[in-house]
């Protein structure tokens, strides 16, 4: 079955997140930059798991056009403030791509720290 993506965001914030996303992959990336110039221990890679997940979150929500907080709220915001969606199987349908979103985060935040931590101990 082909699911179908529904978006509760409109284009300007969908454009906000994809750029919050370059920009926090970006400290982040220099965060690990200095990490291995100041020779800190593997471990320490590590704790760039919650930059790196909020990253993938953000350009998750951008790819998507939804905004996983408001998903699981049932809420859409196209420009003139948040309201309710009406239908029930749009809101389940809704429901369900957010905690995709979620999932498919966690995971590629999972993976870029593996290669972070990868990455300090063959230095």
Known sequence: ??????????????????????????????????????????????????????????????????CVFMGSKGLRDFGDGNEKIACPMMCSALRGQARRIWYTSIGSAMAMTGLAVAALAVR
């Not at 996303?21 to 020779?39: H, P, S």
């Not at 593997?42 to 998507?64: I, K, N």
């Open 1 to 66: 079955m082909a699911s179908t993506v529904i978006r509760n965001l409109d284009g300007a914030a969908v454009d906000l997140r994809m750029r919050q996303a370059v920009l926090a992959l970006g400290v982040t990336l220099a965060a690990l930059v200095a990490l291995a110039a100041l020779r800190a221990p593997v471990w320490g890679a590590a704790l760039l798991f919650v930059p790196f997940f909020g990253v993938t979150l953000l350009a998750m929500q951008s790819l998507y056009g939804t």
